[in-house]
Nanobody, 124 residues
Framework: VQLQASGGGLVQAGGSLSLSCVGT????????MGWFRQAQGREREFIAT????????SYADSVKGRFTISRDNDKNTVSLQMNNLKPDDTAVYYC??????????????????WGQGTEVTVSS
């Protein structure tokens, strides 16, 4: 699976952005997908994941109620809608895929395939 993320940018606090990640390869539809972020000087952080089978979402507490992950297997796309953004959300955002038929995980080490990252900056 190869992944290409897009949609980052500069937004004011309280605003919204939608990130998109397009995957190539026949196993995308059978892969649990995740979004992570990494702020400057910090560890990579789990944001959200959506399973391949039931499309069940899970979120980090820091974004629960503000971010929504979704996927469209017909388009090999996973999206992250981010609302009510805060300056602390500033980071490079990465989409990632697990190997086929694996379940949800919050650990970056469980994800095998990674996109190149898209930068999100939230100004106060």
């Amino acid at each position: 699976v190869q992944l290409q993320a897009s949609g980052g940018g500069l937004v004011q606090a309280g605003g919204s952005l939608s990130l998109s990640c397009v995957g190539t390869g026949p196993s995308f539809q059978r892969s649990t997908m995740g979004w992570f972020r990494q702020a400057q000087g910090r560890e990579r952080e789990f944001i959200a994941t959506i399973t391949w089978s039931t499309q069940s979402p899970s979120y980090a507490d820091s974004v629960k109620g503000r971010f929504t992950i979704s996927r469209d297997n017909d388009k090999n796309t996973v999206s992250l809608q981010m609302n009510n953004l805060k300056p602390d959300d500033t980071a490079v955002y990465y989409c990632a895929a697990r190997k086929p038929r694996k379940g949800a995980s919050v650990y970056a080490s469980d994800y095998t395939y990674w996109g190149q990252g898209t930068e999100v900056t939230v100004s106060s």
